[in-house]
């Protein structure tokens, strides 16, 4: 059978197979999901657990005689058998099918695996653990979905945390789950209270940066460019992440279009009034499109997906929020658009 991160949960609650495969390239989920086989075996009398690293062929051997060695005590145990690629190739599917054939009531077998392509799903042992016991793919959790995960994870946690720190996580975390997953347990010890806002997930990334980067959007949405471009030569200089950066950019660019189309910012906002009073004044020939294009560029850039410097991208930015030429040369930090 063929299970999900999701559904793992309630089927170990209600059973447990003789053989298990997890596979995926992300090592956080994958490595729940072995916690928890491994938890629900131990519940089930697995007391013993055995651990083999598969490099070379000649590593089946051992294999292959921990399977046909008794425990000393007779006791019920977990074979765990973690592939360095995808392919076991003849002598690891030979081992495994004889393990999978022998139907040891005694023996769990876990595997572990990079992510598996379409060849080597089709492997007569993966086909055997899908048919006589349970295959878990493991997936990335896209960016679309990225914020929902962490609000899950906020819940199990015990945290409550805004949409606009769930962003901030998002941004800084994208591609790693297991980066995400340390940054929520640190703000566990941050936010006690179980609140947290985006200057508390600041908080846990660098307290010397954390007003600085509050400041940065501040400047730019009152169109204090020379001030603004400064702090941004400043950051980064100072080694602030990028994505910070623009994160506090972005979010100034979003709040003065939300505010434009609104008519006004709404009392939430008293914090950074005065500096949205200034933005609106400049909001109806703002280029509101190319800037949202410029913060899509800065993105790209710090992703890899684009060549180019995200920081001038972002002192661009900066420059036309401030509705300024585009031609920069402040700071050193950014060329003419």
Same mark, same amino acid.
């Given at each position: 059978?063929?299970?999900? =991160?999701?559904?793992?949960?309630?089927?170990?609650?209600?059973?447990?197979?003789?053989?298990?495969?997890?596979?995926? &390239?992300?090592?956080?989920?994958?490595?729940?999901?072995?916690?928890?086989? /491994?938890? +629900?075996?131990?519940?089930? %009398?697995?007391?013993?657990?055995?651990?083999?690293?598969?490099?070379?062929?000649?590593?089946?051997?051992?294999?292959?005689?921990?399977?046909?060695?008794? =425990?000393?005590?007779?006791? +019920?145990?977990?074979?765990?058998?973690?592939?360095?690629?995808?392919? #076991?190739?003849?002598?690891?599917?030979?081992?495994?099918?004889?393990?999978?054939?022998?139907?040891?009531?005694?023996?769990?077998?876990?595997?572990?695996?990079?992510?598996? &392509?379409?060849?080597?799903?089709?492997?007569?042992?993966?086909?055997?653990?899908?048919?006589?016991?349970?295959?878990?793919?493991?997936?990335?959790?896209?960016?679309?979905?990225?914020?929902?995960?962490?609000?899950?994870?906020?819940?199990?946690?015990?945290?409550?945390?805004?949409?606009?720190?769930?962003?901030?996580?998002?941004?800084?975390?994208?591609?790693?789950?297991?980066?995400?997953?340390?940054?929520?347990?640190?703000?566990?010890?941050?936010?006690?209270?179980?609140?947290?806002?985006? %200057?508390?997930?600041?908080?846990?990334?660098?307290?010397?940066?954390?007003?600085?980067?509050?400041?940065?959007?501040?400047?730019?949405?009152?169109?204090?460019?020379?001030?603004?471009?400064?702090?941004?030569?400043?950051?980064?200089?100072?080694?602030?992440?990028?994505?910070?950066?623009?994160?506090?950019?972005?979010?100034?660019? +979003?709040?003065?279009?939300? #505010?434009?189309?609104?008519?006004?910012?709404?009392? =939430?906002?008293?914090?950074?009034?005065?500096?949205?009073?200034?933005?609106?004044? +400049?909001?109806?020939?703002?280029?509101?499109?190319?800037?949202? #294009?410029?913060?899509? /560029?800065?993105?790209?850039?710090?992703?890899?997906?684009?060549? %180019?410097?995200?920081?001038?991208?972002?002192?661009?930015?900066?420059?036309?929020?401030?509705?300024?030429?585009?031609?920069?040369?402040?700071?050193?930090?950014? /060329?003419? =658009?």
């Amino acid at each position: 059978m063929k299970l999900t =991160s999701d559904s793992l949960a309630a089927h170990l609650a209600q059973r447990l197979l003789p053989a298990y495969l997890i596979s995926g &390239d992300e090592p956080l989920l994958a490595g729940e999901a072995a916690d928890a086989v /491994r938890a +629900r075996a131990r519940a089930a %009398g697995f007391g013993e657990r055995e651990v083999h690293f598969i490099e070379r062929a000649g590593d089946w051997d051992d294999v292959r005689a921990s399977a046909a060695n008794l =425990s000393l005590f007779g006791a +019920r145990r977990v074979l765990e058998v973690r592939l360095g690629s995808g392919r #076991a190739g003849a002598a690891g599917n030979a081992a495994l099918m004889r393990l999978l054939e022998a139907r040891d009531p005694d023996l769990l077998l876990l595997v572990l695996a990079p992510r598996l &392509d379409r060849e080597a799903q089709g492997a007569e042992w993966v086909r055997a653990i899908e048919s006589g016991g349970a295959w878990l793919q493991v997936w990335p959790v896209d960016p679309q979905r990225l914020a929902g995960w962490l609000r899950g994870r906020c819940r199990r946690l015990g945290l409550e945390a805004s949409d606009e720190a769930l962003e901030l996580l998002a941004a800084r975390t994208e591609g790693n789950l297991l980066a995400a997953h340390q940054e929520l347990s640190k703000l566990v010890w941050l936010a006690p209270a179980g609140g947290v806002d985006a %200057g508390t997930v600041l908080a846990s990334v660098a307290d010397s940066a954390r007003f600085d980067v509050f400041q940065l959007g501040e400047a730019a949405l009152a169109g204090e460019t020379a001030r603004a471009l400064r702090m941004l030569a400043g950051l980064r200089a100072e080694g602030t992440e990028a994505t910070l950066t623009l994160w506090a950019l972005a979010r100034a660019l +979003r709040d003065l279009w939300s #505010a434009h189309t609104a008519g006004g910012a709404p009392p =939430s906002w008293q914090r950074r009034s005065a500096a949205l009073a200034k933005g609106l004044q +400049r909001a109806p020939r703002l280029p509101f499109a190319r800037l949202a #294009a410029r913060a899509v /560029r800065a993105d790209r850039m710090i992703k890899g997906r684009l060549t %180019g410097d995200a920081w001038e991208e972002m002192a661009l930015l900066a420059t036309e929020l401030g509705a300024q030429p585009v031609m920069v040369r402040e700071a050193g930090l950014a /060329r003419a =658009s």
